[in-house]
């Protein structure tokens, strides 16, 4: 299949789920509590959430326990940010947490889908040889090295539109590598790679080798130049701009919140 579509299908396979998505609904219900703290949580597992005196629970009805305090209070001011009623759209961080504790697909499957789209990775897909390609180069060379360095795979660059090779050996060890991750870094990583369409790039910036700003120009290196070539065209390049900044900067603030130490 050619790299266009299957970059097409990338963002469907991903299993981050949101408030309303499984168990009872939550979003666009009236604010049903008066109260939101944050409490150590039984047998000190970790933080977790109470509206009024009630345990905050999620889609499938686990009880949201997370391992630092830093991000439970982050969750819990989500909650308290909710005036009227409940927008399940303006809690990122509640909606990682609790795709990692859920796990609505099998952690082996989402490895396999996200090691699906490795052949079509703009890391290692290039456009044929021009200024974007070099710019490609500039910017995506480092991850590239990375990978190798980090990883263990090295993997071979491409222009040709039905994507790279991924030899059984090299997909093995980034198999490897996303399966000794913990449930918290696997779920960041899935919706980086998402909102990317990187699965490369989301290791890259879950394992702090890529900050925000450059997870950012690495992502929408074509989209910037064109932007370069013809202007900005309001009402479609700023609301994309918008977007993806917040579908990345959530994950990178959940991760970030999960190294914070606890008092």
Known sequence: MPTSSLL????????????????PKTSGLLRFYKHVSVKEAPGKAGYQIMLDNRVLKTPARHPLIVPTKALALAIAAEWEWQIKR???????????????????????LVIETMLQYVPTDPVICRLEPGLI???????LNPVLQWVKKE???TLET?????????PENQANKIRKYL????????????????SCKSVLLALAFVKQQ???HEAMEATRLEEDHQIAQWGLVEGGHDIDLSDIKVRVSAPSVFMRLLRYKND
Not at 88 to 95: G, Q, R
Not at 133 to 139: H, M, N, R
Not at 158 to 166: E, H, N, R, V
């Open 8 to 23: 097409l299908q990338f963002s469907r396979g991903f299993a981050t789920h949101g408030l309303s998505e499984t168990g």
């Open 86 to 108: 409940i927008d399940a759209s303006t809690m990122p961080l509640m909606s990682l947490a609790a795709t990692a504790i859920d796990q609505p697909q099998h952690r082996d």
């Open 158 to 166: 491409s222009d040709s539109i039905f994507g790279a090779q991924l």
């Open 179 to 194: 399966q000794k991750m913990d449930k918290w870094e696997l779920t960041a990583a899935e919706q980086l790679a998402a």
């Open 133 to 139: 390609a070099d710019k490609q180069a500039a910017v």
């Open 151 to 153: 990883i263990g795979a």
């Open 210 to 212: 890529l900050g925000l």
